[in-house]
Every structure is written in structure tokens, then in C-alpha cells.
């Protein structure tokens, strides 16, 4: 079992930036890809960054490229997601998942955290 912990959320005003921070505890965090996703009132959960087990390879969904920045650190058992720029329609509940490797599908991802809420205000 993996136990994942986000924290970072909050409220923020349009272009402005949040580090969501996601803490791992239990089997070898380096064992895993790590996603960020994230669930926008009464709409799907979807996938917004991942990253391989080393952090060498990163993949983005289009519209956070170039705002948003995914990385880890595996001594710490922590990944995070910086991210700038924001708009009001990133505003949704931020999950972090661990899985076998880097996917844009929920399926792929074994275990997953509580979630973080990001509000941006216009």
C-alpha cells in the first residue's frame, strides 16, 4: 500500500501561482510514477501531469503546459506541482495518484490521495 497526502490548496486570485505538495508513506516511493488529476464541480476527473519514477520524463496536458511544473524528490517521498498563471477555470479538487508508469488514465493508477482544493477567484 502507498498512502498519499496532499496539501497546498487554497484560494488564490487569477494569475496567481500554488505549490500543491503530495507526501508518500509506505511502500518505496521511487517504485512509482506519480500524477497530478484533478475534478471541477459536476465535471470528470482528469489528468493533469505526470511523471516517470526518476523525474526524467515528464508529460503535461495541453492546457497547463507552460503554467504548471511537476517534480519529486525521492529522498523526501514527495511530489509536487508548481503552479503559475492560474485561472479561474483551473479550479477544481487536485488529486495525486501513484502508479506503475507515467498514464493519462485514472485505471492506470493504483493508489490515490484525498485531494486539495484550488479555488481561483476572477
Known amino acids: 500500500q502507498v498512502q498519499l497526502v496532499e496539501s497546498g490548496g487554497g484560494l488564490v486570485q487569477a494569475g496567481g501561482s500554488l505549490r500543491l505538495s503530495c507526501a508518500a508513506s509506505?511502500?518505496?516511493?521511487?517504485?512509482?510514477?506519480m500524477g497530478w488529476f484533478r475534478q471541477a464541480p459536476g465535471k470528470e476527473r482528469r489528468f493533469v501531469a505526470g511523471i516517470s519514477r526518476n523525474g526524467f520524463i515528464k508529460n503535461y496536458v495541453e492546457f497547463v503546459k507552460g503554467r504548471f511544473t511537476i517534480s519529486r524528490d525521492n529522498a523526501q517521498n514527495t511530489v509536487w506541482l508548481q503552479m503559475n498563471s492560474l485561472k479561474p477555470e483551473d479550479t477544481a479538487v487536485y488529486y495525486c495518484?501513484?502508479?506503475?508508469?507515467?498514464?493519462?488514465?485514472?485505471?492506470?493508477?493504483?493508489?490515490w490521495g484525498q485531494g486539495t482544493q484550488v479555488t481561483v477567484s476572477s
Open positions: 495518484a501513484a502508479g506503475t508508469y507515467i498514464a493519462t488514465i485514472e485505471d492506470d493508477y493504483a493508489y
Open positions: 509506505g511502500r518505496t516511493f521511487s517504485n512509482y510514477a
